[in-house]
């Protein structure tokens, strides 16, 4: 076995969960421990991993994931997993605009709160035995963004193969990083699973980026109609869009179609109606991207984000494309375009010919960052503390 089945990763990243307690652990050890070395106790304590989660302050420490290696003669021998769970509490450090960006261990800027909370506890995962070729990481929820940072940071100080899977993960760290991991890592091995109108896989914002952000790793799943906003965000979900899928191929076969360049400028362009959902975020989203990139690109001005919390590199955002549009015509056009219709979604209206400054600029990101936020609360109050 090269790599874990759509349905087994999932069913991992979602039966994780069972760790939070001594009562449902044991859940978890029945399940697996005729595939994985969990020791003789169903309590785990051999195999766990416990860290500490929360904002700016740590809480106290917990059970968060655990390393186990495959057991002799089954398909997992000689291969490794570690997996870990979400959690609720770290929630407010992806959201708080005082959050910070911090260096990775192995290089690259990241979220702060992520980062704190892996290095709580990178040094007490074990050494691989000498047999283990592949190491397999998994995680859902901010699971994912911590199962992403370990398997950078496995795949850099054990050089074995590492398969990093993700089921609705924020983005993890900013341009540097995310290339280093999926060169590091490898386009191969890397599953990053996402439904289309999942909240907590639109944040943090540029200039954060997924690992990977597209490509052959990159599984953007149609999102259930039916669901209410928040629900796209639960394993239990991902487990229904992966079920029978017993192959990555298969599962890449349910894509939805991105949104194109000229979707983008349509939409821009647009004076139609607008309200805040979940749909109109994901656009509004591609389309700053979209304009942050041409405005970079038209001027040619640098953005420099060394140190930056969340809200100084919304900042220096506004300053950036407020700037662009000072020194291009093109730029300003565009410029224009994305906050009246961002100001439309928060249902802001402006009249036409008004003068678009940097201030109401930076107020209409924090607005929308702030709208969006809320939708990821919302969406990870399903999520264990």
């Given amino acids: 076995m090269t790599e874990l089945s759509p349905e087994f990763a999932a069913g991992l990243a979602s039966n994780i969960y069972d760790i939070k307690n001594e009562k449902t652990r044991k859940l ?8 994985l070395d969990l020791g003789d106790n169903a309590s785990l304590s051999d195999k ?21 290696e495959g057991l002799k003669d089954t398909i997992y021998q000689n291969q490794a997993i570690f997996a870990i769970k979400g959690t609720a509490s770290l929630m407010d450090a ?23 909370t892996f290095n709580t506890y990178a040094d007490d995962i074990p050494t691989p035995s000498k ?17 992403t940072l370990t398997a950078d940071w496995l795949k850099s100080s054990t050089g074995r193969t590492v398969k990093l899977y993700t089921f609705g993960s924020p983005r993890v760290g900013l341009e540097f990083f995310s290339n280093k991991a999926k060169t590091r890592i490898g386009d191969n091995n890397l599953y990053r699973v996402h439904h289309k109108t999942d909240p907590v896989a639109m944040v943090p914002t540029w200039p954060f980026v997924h690992v990977p952000s597209s490509g052959r790793g990159d599984f953007l799943l149609p999102s259930n109609a039916q669901l209410a906003f928040w629900q796209p965000h639960l394993m ?9 899928r017993d192959s990555w191929d298969k599962l890449a076969g349910s894509r939805p179609q991105k949104m194109l360049d000229a979707s983008i400028e349509a939409w821009l362009k647009s004076d139609g109606p607008l309200s805040f959902c979940l749909n109109t975020a994901e656009v509004a989203g591609a389309a700053l991207l979209w304009v ?18 969340i809200f100084t590199i919304l900042d220096r955002l506004a300053y950036v494309v407020h700037k662009a549009a000072d020194l291009v015509k093109e730029a300003s ?48 109050r399903g999520l264990e503390s």
């Fill in 131 to 147: 047999n283990i070729h592949t190491i397999h990481c998994v995680g859902h929820s901010l699971g994912g963004a911590l199962a």
């Fill in 333 to 380: 056009f565009w410029v224009t375009r994305l906050i009246i219709r961002m100001a439309t979604i928060l249902g802001i209206k402006i009249v036409e010919g008004v003068n678009i400054t940097y201030s109401f600029i930076r107020s209409i990101f924090i607005r929308m960052h702030h709208a969006v936020s809320e939708l990821v609360r919302q969406a990870g």
């Fill in 28 to 35: 978890f050890y029945f399940k697996y421990k005729n595939l």
């Fill in 236 to 244: 239990a979900n991902y487990i229904d869009s992966v079920e029978k």
């Fill in 292 to 309: 942050v990139e041409k405005a970079i690109n038209l001027s040619g001005i640098a953005v420099v984000l060394g140190g930056s919390t």
């Fill in 94 to 116: 992806l959201t708080d605009l005082n959050a910070g960006i911090k260096a990775s261990r192995t290089g690259g800027k990241v979220h702060q709160g992520f980062q704190d």
């Fill in 48 to 68: 766990g991993l416990s860290g500490k989660t929360g904002g700016i302050v740590l809480k106290t420490s917990h059970m968060m994931g655990l390393y186990a």
